[in-house]
């Protein structure tokens, strides 16, 4: 199964708070785990990625915590922000690379002044 | 160091039209991947090319739908006939090589209509 199933496919957060955005996966080949971001036309950034070696890697405000018993993972983002409304994708691949990606169906984000 | 380029960044065909999508990777990246995504939906993988070479192409519809890197110029993305069902974002990505812990950088797409 090559699914990669993200929720919410919405959230709504207040400036401060903490956005947390869930994905679950099916194939256990699975070794690389990104999230990227995306502005609209614009094409999807890499925001922080980890391997299933470790259970939490943490970039500034952005922490990806992974539970490889349930299969899923999740980001968290402290102290949203504004500037982070956005949507955020989940991805998962082989190989421990990002070539041939699949994708969550995507979170859109608002962080309310 | 400019990063992946694509062009047209909008096109409109009209049905049965050909489309031709390019892409440049970033300087020294080797390696190209296709995705397409479809309003309010997640990116699917369609094609993996290194140059010269189709390494994946799992993704693509078996018909109306190739893809091309070259030894010289940009990769290229041909969908032939096109359908109003075509009408998509099309991003390509590309990266030094399938390494580990190799990362994929994106290009700002090309968003394709079909009239």
């Known amino acids: 199964q090559q699914q990669v199933k993200q929720s919410p496919q919405s959230l709504i957060v207040q400036k401060g708070g903490i956005s947390i955005i869930n994905c679950a996966y099916e194939?256990?080949?699975?070794?690389?785990f990104p999230w990227y971001q995306q502005f609209p036309g614009k094409g999807p950034a890499l925001l922080i990625a980890i391997r299933p070696d470790v259970s939490e890697k943490k970039e500034g405000r952005f922490t990806i915590s992974f539970n490889k018993s349930a299969k899923q993972f999740s980001l968290h983002i402290m102290d949203s922000q504004p500037g982070d409304s956005a949507t955020y994708f989940c991805?998962?691949?082989?190989?421990?690379?990002?070539?041939?990606?699949?994708f969550g169906s995507g979170t859109q984000l608002t962080v309310l002044p | 160091n400019a990063g992946v380029m694509q062009n047209p960044r909008h096109l409109v065909r009209r049905r049965g039209q050909e489309a031709r999508l390019r892409c440049s990777p970033m300087k020294g990246h080797s390696h190209v991947y296709w995705y397409r995504q479809l309003p309010e939906e997640g990116l699917k993988f369609m094609v993996y090319l290194q140059k010269e070479n189709i390494i994946d192409e799992s993704g693509m519809p078996k018909e109306r739908f190739s893809a091309e890197f070259p030894k010289e110029g940009p990769s290229i993305l041909r969908i032939q006939q096109v359908v109003r069902g075509d009408s998509a974002a099309y991003f390509c990505a590309s990266s030094l090589g399938p390494g580990m812990d190799t990362e994929a950088f994106f290009g700002q797409g090309t968003r394709l209509t079909v009239v």
């Open positions: 194939n256990t080949a699975f070794d690389y």
């Open positions: 991805a998962a691949s082989t190989g421990g690379s990002a070539r041939q990606l699949t």
